[in-house]
């Protein structure tokens, strides 16, 4: 059974740093194509990162040249440094994986068939 569980959220000032956590267990991690996620008070889940089963990433124009979606593949533990973060990135951030994505759909929520539970930031100006 996947599961997948994050950590790491938090509050942080403007221009602040975190890096999210997603503990993956339950299949051959690294060959699973996975993303983060994020969902605002109001908003629809949108697609912040997601990377490839062959380490390819690709990123929201939003997130591009302040994030960065890393995994280890010994550790079964995907990751998402987040740095100059601004208020609009606050939202409850998810982790979600499946056994192949097309790479034009790395980043629609949809076609993910396993997430996990979320983990709150929270950006202050």
């Known amino acids: 059974q996947v599961q997948l569980v994050e950590s790491g959220g938090g509050s942080v000032q403007a221009g602040g740093s975190l890096r999210l956590s997603c503990a993956a267990s339950g299949y051959t991690y690294s060959n699973y194509y996975m993303g983060w996620f994020r969902q605002a008070p109001g908003k629809e889940r949108e697609g912040v990162a997601a990377i490839a089963s062959d380490g390819t990433t690709t990123y929201a124009d939003s997130v591009k040249g302040r994030f960065t979606i890393s995994k280890d593949n010994a550790q079964n533990t995907l990751y998402l440094q987040m740095n100059s973060l601004k208020p609009e990135d606050t939202a409850m951030y998810y982790c979600?994986?499946?056994?192949?994505?097309?790479?034009?759909?790395?980043?629609?929520?949809?076609?993910?068939?396993?997430w996990g539970q979320g983990t709150q930031v929270t950006v202050s100006s």
């Open positions: 979600a994986a499946d056994p192949f994505i097309p790479s034009r759909w790395l980043l629609e929520q949809s076609v993910y068939n396993y």
